[in-house]
């Protein structure tokens, strides 16, 4: 499984209400189609961290890194390749 459809999967099993249909796509604007609370933004960061093996900080938490899963994929990527 790509690593953005991992994270598409968590957000459509685990912090909606209802899959979406059609289900999200990478590129997605995730802010438009799946509203996430913050409680929501803070079980996905988790999630993140403790699936990709990275820590993100609170001012990494922005619309621009977590709009689509593709932007969160770089983020990841940036993060393990010591960018960030």
Avoid: C, H, W, Y
């Amino acid at each position: 499984m790509a690593a953005g459809q991992e994270i598409l999967d968590f957000i459509s099993q685990e912090l909606l209400e209802e899959p979406p249909d059609p289900p999200l796509a990478p590129e997605e604007d995730l802010l438009l189609r799946a509203q996430i609370d913050s409680l929501g933004v803070v079980e996905l960061v988790e999630f993140l961290e403790s699936t990709f093996g990275v820590n993100i900080a609170a001012k990494e938490v922005t619309i621009s890194n977590f709009r689509t899963a593709e932007a969160m994929m770089r983020l990841i990527d940036e993060k393990r390749s010591g960018d960030a």
